[in-house]
């Protein structure tokens, strides 16, 4: 089995990316296990982490939207605190991470890394 993660570096400044990368994650979340794919996730990283800020826009009702479809929806701790964007991720559920340790992880567990 396969693990892939996808890291949003794009944010609203470039919501045509940062969208691709969202939907890219749910597209292979759906086909998952007929894929061979035992685990998505999602980070969200550098311009990525502001969509958090932006809760009512599209890109942040997709990311909504794969939390709630069970997708693991991290982002980086410090550039959460840095942003003030903690209690934005709490509401909703995303995962605050070191990305120190989660690109580690990545690269120690096998992850297929995809960057939008």
Known sequence: MSRMAIVVLSGPDDPGRASAG??????IADAQASNGIEVVEVFLFADGIKILGQPDSELGRLVRELIEAGL????CTNQLKNGNLEEAANAIGVRAEFARDTFARYAREGYTVLTF
Do not use: E, S, T
């Not at 969202?22 to 597209?27: D, F, G, M, S």
């Not at 693991?72 to 982002?75: A, D, H, L, P, Y």
């Open 22 to 27: 969202l939907h890219v994650a749910k597209r």
């Open 72 to 75: 693991v929806v991290g982002g």
